[in-house]
Every structure is written in C-alpha cells, then in structure tokens.
C-alpha cells in the first residue's frame, strides 16, 4: 500500500481501536506515516522504541505499600489519559520475551496492574524477514492480534511531502528524473548506506547546507550510496548550470530549450517553484515551447504551487492546443 492508502486505513483503524502493523523496508517512512496521521487526528503519540526496551520496562517494578502488598508500578512512558496512539516501533527486532510482553497489551490493552485508557490505540511498526533487518519471528498468536498493512514506496507522495517540508529543489528534481533511485534496496548486497526515502531527506539537507565540494560527494555516498551518489552528483553538475529561471519567465519567448532531458526536468522544477498570478502567463508561453512531456511536468506542477493558474486564459488556450496529451 502506498504512504496514502496507509494513512487512511490508520484513520479509519484507529478510531475503532484496532491494532494494526506496518511491515516495510528500512528508510521507507513507517514511523514519520504514524506520526502524520496521529498530528492530523488530533491525537497524542507516544513512541515506543521496542527494540530497547527489557521485559520489566514494559511491566514495570514491584513495590511494596503500607499493608505490606505488593503492587506493580508501570513506567512514565504508557499513557494515563485522553486519546493517542501507543507506537510500537521496530516490534518485530525486539527480544522474544519483549514481544511476549507485548501480548497483554494488545490483546487485552493491559499488562500486569496498568490499563490503556480507553482512547488509545496501538500501532506496530517493523522491517520485513526478508529484508535482513535484524528481526525475530513473531509468535503467530501476538500476529494474530494486528491487522497487517504492507507498506511501498510512492514517488508522488514523496514528492509532494517534500515539497511541503522545503527540501531544496534540486533533490526533488532528481527524483523526478530518476525516480527508481527513491528506493533501491537490495538486502543481499549488505550496503551500509543505500537510497531510501529517509536517506534522500538527510542528502538534501546536506546539500542545502552547501558543504566543501571536497567532501560533498563522499557525504552523499555515505547517505544514499556510491551508485545514487554518482549520479546525483552529475545531475547536480547540470543543475548548478541551469538557464536561470527568472530569465526564462522574463523572456519565455525566447529563452533557451535545452536539449538534455536531465535539465529539462530540474527546469520545470525550478519554474514550477516560482508560480504565481504574475508569472503564469509566462510559464504557460514557455511550457507551450516545450516537448509536450515536459510541458505537461511543468505546468502540472507549477498548479500544485499556484492553483489559480488552472483560472487563467493562458492555461486554456494551453490545454486546448495539448488535449491529445491531456486525454
């Protein structure tokens, strides 16, 4: 299920409080998915990394009161009110006798003398067996007790949240070029670092803070591998010598098509960043001179900036010259 299908399946499982668990790839956005849908419920999130945790932390310590009974005292970290979601992250990488603490709580949401209120839900979380994570099987009967959702890989949603959190463009352009390279990860290959939509979030941010060209590259190898590197690093060289974009929408008639598809796609990028009601018509001339593929990147990009263009003469003239293209 893409990171969309997700989302709205948690938003229909969670006020039913239903366990559900999230199976995907290392880097591809399970935990930030979670954290998105709990923010937009108006709920609380508290993230519990099960991986780290012993047996007694979820139960908690013993102690003893006036009449001499002992009692179970539950760690600070388990709800105590209101409505929020208990994430169980990387549940299937903890200790079998975790996981076995883990069953009370999702079945019966309670372990030992601690209840889950009422207006909680739990959400697992974990990498697949056949990714080479390190992971335990999981017992059939905690199994039992989720609804299972695979999660995959989506270069549209991850453009469009990219563009929403302001990572810089000339990643976001690359992804659109080559889109394969926002996740590719091979389990047999045992790479240290490999591209991943999480991965392509920390080389933005390292290529936003414009580094020393020495090490540039060997920052981004370490982040999303040698193979993605090489290549992002000579689209970069390309997109560091684009026409620049305040020329074209000043000139659009006639400003440079370049030739190149790499370039194209990082030019639309950039264009479709600075619509605007003052800069459509100039957009809308300038995609008019593009081959009609990038024309229709462009502009349907540049809609998802500025949606008033769609109420603009210039893009119905537009849509009307590429209809065959449109349909």
């Given at each position: 299920m893409i990171p969309n299908h997700i989302k709205q399946?948690?938003?229909?499982?969670?006020?039913?409080?239903?366990?559900?668990?999230?199976?995907?790839?290392?880097?591809?956005?399970?935990?930030?998915?979670?954290?998105?849908v709990a923010d937009e419920l108006g709920m609380a999130l508290t993230d519990v990394r099960a991986v780290l945790l012993d047996p007694v932390d979820l139960r908690g310590l013993p102690s003893i009161n006036s009449e001499g009974v002992a009692h179970w005292a539950p760690p600070a970290f388990l709800p105590t009110g209101g409505k929020g979601v208990l994430f169980l992250d990387e549940l299937n990488a903890a200790?079998?006798?975790?996981?076995?603490a883990c069953y009370q709580l999702v079945l019966d949401r309670k372990i030992g003398e601690y209840t889950l209120p009422?207006?909680?839900?739990?959400?697992?979380?974990?990498?697949?067996e056949t990714?080479?994570?390190?992971?335990?099987?999981?017992?059939s009967a905690l199994a039992n007790r989720f609804v299972h959702l695979d999660f995959s890989v989506d270069v549209e949603a991850w453009l469009q949240w990219a563009d929403q959190a302001g990572l810089c463009q000339e990643v976001s352009a690359f992804i659109r070029f080559r889109p394969n390279l926002l996740?590719?990860?091979?389990?047999?290959?045992?790479e240290k670092a490999?591209?991943?939509?999480?991965?392509?979030?920390?080389?933005?941010?390292?290529?936003?803070?414009?580094?020393?060209?020495?090490?540039?590259?060997?920052?981004?190898?370490g982040t999303v591998g040698p193979g993605a590197a090489a290549e992002f690093a000579g689209f970069s060289k390309m997109?560091?010598?684009?026409?620049?974009?305040?020329?074209?929408i000043n000139h659009p008639e006639t400003a440079d098509v370049p030739d190149e598809p790499a370039v194209l796609?990082?030019?639309?990028?950039?264009?479709?960043?600075?619509?605007d009601e003052e800069t459509t018509e100039s957009i809308m001339a300038y995609a008019s001179r593009l081959p009609s593929e990038f024309g229709v990147l462009l502009v349907r990009d540049a809609v998802k900036t500025h949606r008033g263009m769609v109420d603009s003469p210039a893009f119905s003239q537009w849509a009307t010259a590429n209809s065959d293209v449109l349909l």
């Open positions: 399946s948690l938003k229909t499982l969670i006020p039913l409080r239903q366990p559900a668990f999230l199976w995907g790839a290392p880097g591809v956005g399970k935990s930030q998915v979670v954290a998105q200790p079998p006798l975790v996981q076995a009422d207006g909680w839900t739990v959400i697992a979380a974990g990498n697949r990714d080479r994570a390190v992971t335990h099987r999981m017992p996740h590719n990860f091979d389990p047999k290959k045992n490999f591209p991943s939509p999480r991965s392509w979030e920390f080389a933005a941010r390292i290529v936003a803070s414009v580094p020393d060209p020495d090490v540039e590259l060997s920052l981004l190898k997109f560091r010598q684009l026409p620049d974009p305040d020329g074209v796609y990082a030019l639309c990028e950039a264009l479709a960043q600075k619509a």
